[in-house]
């Protein structure tokens, strides 16, 4: 297959126009760094957890707005392998909810385990992107994006371990920290390959 007729399978089944196609388009890439940001700020402790709370409630409630809005345009190719992710995300991010709910002395209390879903939540969110990027990357016939794509997933995954390792706020720090760059950039590389394609 010529790399044309390959690239020609990334782009999806239908395109939207309008100002919504910009923030979809390009959302992510702002949101993705935003929320490493705030959790890693939480871990610091220079964000609350009501903060880290109403970030989970509006990004679960964005999730499902964006799959809702995207869901023709993500029928096929890459965009299916991310709707799939950002469908197995959305109850991940509901469990952070739920687990935030259940610490805070709700009636859930008693019968939700908060550390337990919000462990769901935080290391769900490292590490379902990445079989996403690994296979976007192996669809990206350019060589930079492509190679991008496999070291976003790489530093998802390697993130995810460092904070699992780590024994400080630091250490989980620097594990959120890698896989905020590596996701980033992946974001970006997946954006740049989107609009070349369409």
Same mark, same amino acid.
């Given at each position: 297959?010529? $790399?044309?007729?390959?690239? *020609?399978?990334?782009?999806?089944?239908?395109?939207?126009?309008?100002?919504?196609?910009?923030? *979809?388009?390009?959302?992510?890439?702002?949101?993705?760094?935003?929320?490493?940001?705030?959790?890693?700020?939480?871990?610091?402790?220079?964000?609350?957890?009501?903060?880290?709370?109403?970030?989970?409630?509006?990004?679960?409630?964005?999730?499902?707005?964006?799959?809702?809005?995207?869901? *023709?345009?993500?029928?096929?190719?890459?965009?299916?392998?991310?709707?799939?992710?950002?469908?197995?995300?959305?109850?991940?991010?509901?469990?952070?909810?739920?687990?935030?709910?259940? *610490?805070?002395?709700?009636?859930?209390?008693?019968?939700? $385990?908060?550390?337990?879903?919000?462990?769901?939540?935080?290391?769900?969110?490292?590490?379902?992107?990445?079989?996403?990027?690994?296979?976007?990357?192996?669809?990206?016939?350019?060589?930079?994006?492509?190679?991008?794509?496999?070291?976003?997933?790489?530093?998802?995954?390697? +993130?995810?371990?460092?904070?699992?390792?780590?024994?400080?706020?630091?250490?989980?720090?620097? +594990?959120?920290?890698?896989? +905020?760059?590596?996701?980033?950039?992946?974001?970006?590389?997946?954006?740049?390959?989107?609009?070349?394609?369409?």
């Amino acid at each position: 297959m010529s $790399p044309a007729a390959k690239a *020609r399978r990334v782009s999806h089944a239908h395109r939207a126009s309008g100002p919504g196609l910009t923030l *979809r388009e390009n959302g992510p890439a702002l949101l993705v760094p935003a929320a490493w940001a705030v959790a890693a700020g939480a871990v610091l402790g220079v964000v609350s957890s009501h903060a880290l709370f109403v970030a989970h409630v509006v990004m679960s409630a964005l999730l499902v707005a964006f799959v809702a809005a995207s869901w *023709r345009d993500m029928a096929t190719g890459v965009l299916r392998a991310w709707k799939l992710a950002i469908l197995a995300g959305t109850p991940v991010t509901l469990a952070g909810v739920a687990g935030f709910l259940a *610490r805070d002395g709700t009636a859930l209390a008693a019968a939700l $385990p908060a550390d337990a879903l919000l462990a769901v939540a935080f290391y769900g969110w490292m590490l379902l992107p990445a079989p996403a990027f690994v296979y976007t990357g192996l669809r990206d016939p350019a060589v930079p994006r492509s190679v991008v794509h496999h070291v976003a997933a790489a530093c998802s995954v390697t +993130g995810a371990v460092v904070a699992a390792l780590a024994g400080s706020p630091t250490g989980t720090v620097a +594990g959120i920290a890698l896989v +905020g760059a590596g996701q980033t950039a992946g974001i970006l590389a997946a954006t740049a390959l989107y609009s070349l394609e369409v």
